[in-house]
């Protein structure tokens, strides 16, 4: 689940990572009335919107007075924020951020992952905060610094001084920068983090660090020991698709493709997604039905793939070891019928009752195309599709 910088903010200032104060508003009139409430000579008016890159996609503005601060509210809410991250679709900015200004001396860039290949958490540094980590990763690789912390060990000094010494950071300087970084640490671990970004992390004048900037996902399979963090889930930045696709028990991600697929188990689901790939198509979906899927659940699925105009074909790949093969050819059918369904289907029935499951559709009147192998099925959609 992604977070908003304000919301991150609130959860990082709880263990101690210094923010900068800051107010929500969804009007210009409250941004305006937000900049009088800090006092300062300057604030920072920011779009909220679950993406990065907000900056070159105008969503952030400086102001030097209240006045200028609801222009700025004004100027950036009701606008579709187009940043690499959103797709050419964008995002619709419904509420700004106002928040101080600050004397800037350096930024930095640092994050705190998982590493899933490696099985730890990987901190990650770079001394060129407030730009883009993906182009400098591409074109200056040696300029970043990844840190293995493993689980069993924990934050060690010496993982913290490594770090601090990439930056170029000694004296005070480093000892500043040290307490936040174990600062942030813990909160990645106890708010079960997948991703925490702060970019920049900005040194002042008088040595301080502050989180400038926050992104912040945490682990699903988490939410629900994590009450607070669930409470800031917004579903206006949310597919609407997996909202209902989370409602029916079944896992869907939205993809860019034109192959809707419909399977049981996420790896399969993994392994039908890159054999469509292989074949010359491109996926529209991740969906797992799961292990126990029910008939209600297979036209759910259906409906869902549906949902998106894009798709030009759908691939069912089903694996029957605890689901039976019958039980989805009914839900098949039933989806087919009820919604009707005019794209080309291919399906694969694999596994307990697979004999039954294939009579039933070849009983059904319906233009399904059958397929026995995963290399056959991806092979037939393609063709179909194109």
Known sequence: MNLHEYQAKQLLSKFGVPVLKGFLAYTPHEAQKAAINLGGPVCVVKAQVHAGGRGKAGGVKLAKSPEEARDAAEAILGMTLVTPQTGEEGKLVRKVWVEDGAAIKSEYYLSILIDRAEGCYSIVACAEGGTEIEEIAETNPEKILTVHVRPESGLQGFHVRSVASFLGLGGAAAKAFSKVLVQLFKAAQELDTSMLEINPLIQTEDDAFIALDAKMAIDDNALFRQREAFAFMDFDEIDE????????????????????????GAGLAMGTMDIIKQAGGEPANFLDVGGGATKEMVMGAFDLILRDPSVKGILVNIFGGIMRCDVIAEGIIAAAKELGISVPLVVRLRGTNVEKGKELLANSGLKIIPADWMDDAAQKIVEAVQ
């Open 241 to 264: 698709r997996e909202i209902v696709a989370n409602q029916l028990g079944i896992s869907y991600v939205a993809l860019d493709g034109n192959i809707g697929c419909m399977v049981n």
